[in-house]
């Protein structure tokens, strides 16, 4: 199993930006899906986005598209995901997440978990 861990979250104002990077354990990423999700209080956790660098491809939910970018540094084994234009309804813990295979949008589908990076947007 792979070990995952978020960090760079925290209280920023609405318009602001924050940059989250989540690392891997195993060097992993060039046969590995990794995504963000996102959980707000008393809402489903979300998919925000997913890397798949073997591929080449990225996917991005329509909420955060044009605002939020994602990468990689296969050599520190490293997902970032760059939040700009935050808005109030982006506040959520920010969940890191992987799989062996292709991008796929549900979080029952990967199986790798870090234990989630607050971000808070005030208005």
């Known amino acids: 199993q792979v070990q995952l861990a978020e960090s760079g979250g925290g209280l920023v104002q609405a318009g602001g930006s924050l940059r989250l990077s989540c690392a891997a354990s195993q060097h992993t990423l060039s046969r590995y899906t990794m995504a963000w999700f996102r959980q707000a209080p008393g809402k489903e956790r979300e998919f925000v986005a997913a890397i798949n660098w073997r591929e080449g491809t990225t996917r991005f939910a329509d909420s955060v598209k044009g605002r939020f970018t994602i990468s990689s540094d296969n050599a520190k084994n490293t997902v970032y995901l760059q939040m700009s234009s935050l808005q109030p309804e982006d506040t959520a813990v920010y969940y890191c997440?992987?799989?062996?295979?292709?991008?796929?949008?549900?979080?029952?589908?990967?199986?790798?978990w870090g234990q989630g990076t607050q971000v808070t947007v005030s208005s």
């Open positions: 997440a992987g799989r062996t295979g292709v991008i796929f949008y549900r979080s029952k589908d990967y199986i790798d």
